[in-house]
Nanobody, 123 residues
Framework: QVQLVESGGGLVQTGDSLTLSCAAS????????MGWFRQTPGKNREFVSA????????RYADSVKGRFTISRDNAKSMVFLQMNSLKPEDTGVYYC????????????????WGQGTQVIVSA
């Protein structure tokens, strides 16, 4: 299995940028497709972005397309989410998730989850 720890969240203003990091330990990251999700109070956990194991393909929720960029550094066992032009509706706890490549692309489900990092965007 793989263990995931998110970091980089914080309190920012509308229009600011943040880069979230997800550090993985355990099995090599190259065998996982990776995703970012967020949880807003009163809402189900929402898909934000995903990146294929070899970074050959990415996906984004329509709400963040053009503003967020997902990337990964398999040698460093890291996944990143660069968030630009942040809006109050981007507020939430952001979770990093890993899906074994056998789950396909895009992943049918994610097996491993971090504990989240809080992002608050004030108006």
């Amino acid at each position: 299995q793989v263990q995931l720890v998110e970091s980089g969240g914080g309190l920012v203003q509308t229009g600011d940028s943040l880069t979230l990091s997800c550090a993985a330990s355990g099995r090599t990251l190259v065998i996982y497709n990776m995703g970012w999700f967020r949880q807003t109070p009163g809402k189900n956990r929402e898909f934000v972005s995903a990146i294929k194991s070899d970074a050959a393909s990415t996906r984004y929720a329509d709400s963040v397309k053009g503003r967020f960029t997902i990337s990964r550094d398999n040698a460093k066992s890291m996944v990143f989410l660069q968030m630009n032009s942040l809006k109050p509706e981007d507020t939430g706890v952001y979770y990093c998730a890993a899906a074994v490549v056998g789950a396909g692309w895009p992943p049918r489900g994610y097996e491993y989850w971090g504990q989240g990092t809080q992002v608050i965007v004030s108006a």
